[in-house]
């Protein structure tokens, strides 16, 4: 059974700078998409990322030029390098594989398979 667990969040000042990972089990990062999303409180979860088996990327438009997704084939550990971070990105993120690697329009497709990593970006 597929296990991801999430780690790496903090809290950050508004324009800082913050990597979060996603070690993944029972799923070969490398041969399936891999996606991002987040959940903010009182918020529509909402799609942040995917990389695809052949390490395609696509990003929403609300972290495209901040955030990157990238991931480690040899580890199996999916990571989110976060720049330029903004009140609205707290949230807590989740990572999860996506069978349609559709994460940008259809978030709530994806299950929730780990506690999540809360990042807290303060004024």
């Known amino acids: 059974q597929a296990q991801m667990v999430e780690s790496g969040g903090g809290s950050v000042q508004a324009g800082g700078s913050l990597q979060i990972s996603c070690a993944a089990s029972?799923?070969?990062?490398?041969?399936?998409?891999m996606a991002w999303f987040r959940q903010a409180p009182g918020k529509e979860r909402e799609g942040v990322a995917q990389?695809?088996?052949?390490?395609?990327?696509e990003y929403a438009d609300s972290v495209k030029g901040r955030f990157s997704i990238f991931k480690d084939n040899t580890k199996n550990i999916l990571y989110l390098q976060m720049n330029s971070l903004k009140l609205e990105d707290t949230a807590t993120y989740y990572c999860?594989?996506?069978?349609?690697?559709?994460?940008?329009?259809?978030?709530?497709?994806?299950?929730?398979w780990g506690q999540g990593t809360l990042v807290n970006v303060t004024s």
């Open positions: 999860a594989p996506d069978d349609w690697c559709a994460v940008l329009t259809r978030p709530d497709r994806l299950q929730v």
């Open positions: 029972g799923v070969s990062a490398s041969m399936v998409c």
């Open positions: 990389i695809d088996a052949g390490d395609n990327v």
